[in-house]
């Protein structure tokens, strides 16, 4: 059964202050990793889609990195409204349609000024 | 662009009642998706479509039900509604199969009472 569990579960910085997120999933194949933020009372805003280890991607002050079992969500030089929760997805796809995605129980990160 | 848009925003309910939530997209996207967040437990997926006149099962379907009649819209019933389905739901779409990104709707807050 595909598992994605991330940590930590909340996690608090000054502004400024650099930190990564973790993701780690087990998988019968990755069709793609996903990385998510959602504000209080919003739906889920897409940030990254990552396919294979090695991979990297960037948007502002985020670096999402794939390996072969966890995904790194960096944040550099963070601003309060950085402030979120980071979701994780991995892609299910049994061969018969587009079973959606296997989500994680998010990051809650409070950024304090 | 309004993206996907759900209706109702907020509902309460009480046990036995029965409702439809709607979701309706505007990006042309074949696929389709309802999920459920719940504290602790992370977004799960309820049902999904593939197409117009499609509908399939997710990790999480008993207690609701779904049609996709236009290709913009994807209703989820509930037919007699449950206190265990108090929870937030979730519309998504996307281009094609779970290997791109989905796009969520603001999200649906259901309280049964």
């Known amino acids: 059964e595909d598992q994605v569990t991330q940590s930590p579960e909340a996690l608090r910085l000054q502004e400024g202050e650099s930190s990564s997120l973790n993701c780690s999933y087990t998988?019968?194949?990755?069709?793609?990793l996903f990385w998510y933020r959602q504000d209080p009372g919003k739906g889920p805003e897409f940030l990254f889609t990552?396919?294979?280890a090695g991979e990297e991607k960037e948007k502002e002050r985020l670096k999402a990195t794939l390996t072969k079992k966890e995904s790194f969500l960096h944040i550099t030089a963070p601003k309060p409204e950085d402030s979120a929760t980071y979701l994780c997805?991995?892609?299910?796809?049994?061969?018969?349609?587009?079973?959606?995605?296997?989500f994680g129980k998010g990051t809650h990160l409070i950024i304090q000024p | 662009n309004a993206g996907v848009t759900q209706t109702p925003k907020f509902r309460v309910l009480k046990t036995g009642q029965s409702m439809t939530l709607l979701c309706a997209q505007d990006?042309?996207?074949?696929?389709m998706y309802w999920y459920r967040q719940d504290p602790g437990m992370g977004l799960r997926l309820i049902h999904y479509?593939?197409?117009?006149?499609?509908?399939a099962k997710g990790e999480v379907p008993d207690g609701y039900n779904v049609s996709r009649l236009k290709k913009q819209n994807f209703l989820l019933g509930l037919e007699s509604a449950a206190p265990s389905q108090t929870s937030v739901y979730f519309c998504?779409?996307?281009?094609?199969?779970?290997?791109?990104?989905?796009?969520f709707g603001q999200g649906t807050r259901l309280t049964v009472v």
């Open positions: 479509s593939v197409g117009e006149g499609t509908t």
């Open positions: 997805a991995v892609g299910m796809y049994s061969g018969g349609g587009a079973d959606g995605l296997t």
């Open positions: 990552l396919y294979s």
């Open positions: 998504a779409s996307s281009v094609d199969r779970v290997n791109t990104e989905a796009f």
């Open positions: 998988v019968s194949g990755l069709r793609g």
């Open positions: 990006m042309n996207h074949e696929y």
